[in-house]
Nanobody
Framework: QVQLVESGGGLVQAGGSLRLSCTLSGRTFTFYAMGWFRQAPGKEREFVAA????????YYSDSVKGRFNISRDNRKSTVYLQMNSLKPEDTDVYYC??????????????????????WGQGTQVTVSS
């Protein structure tokens, strides 16, 4: 059974930091490019960041570039999202995403809902002003 288990969400003041973690089980982690999306109530899920299966390439939305950092630890089958300089508008439910990427290049990553193979359950991030 495939599972993506997230942790690390919570409440933080504006300007603070949080680190989200997501662990994949039931599949070979290095076969997957990993990413993070977020969604506010009544809005579409939006791309936040992604990392290639090799860990060499990373991608960010313009809204988080320079503040968030995505990384992966293949030994632990875990992807991380370090979120710094948080703003109230970063308040959302954050979802981990996996896209099968074996046999593809580093530019193959989960950038939209339609290409994601597996989703985490979501973790709430709330940034107070």
């Amino acid at each position: 059974q495939v599972q993506l288990v997230e942790s690390g969400g919570g409440l933080v003041q504006a300007g603070g930091s949080l680190r989200l973690s997501c662990t994949l089980s039931g599949r070979t982690f290095t076969f997957y490019a990993m990413g993070w999306f977020r969604q506010a109530p009544g809005k579409e899920r939006e791309f936040v960041a992604a990392i290639s299966w090799s860990g060499v390439s990373t991608y960010y939305s313009d809204s988080v570039k320079g503040r968030f950092n995505i990384s992966r630890d293949n030994r632990k089958s875990t992807v991380y999202l370090q979120m710094n300089s948080l703003k109230p508008e970063d308040t959302d439910v954050y979802y981990c995403a996996a896209r099968f990427a074996r046999f593809y290049g580093d530019d193959y990553y989960p950038h939209t809902d339609s290409v994601v193979d597996y989703w985490g359950q979501g973790t709430q991030v709330t940034v107070s002003s």
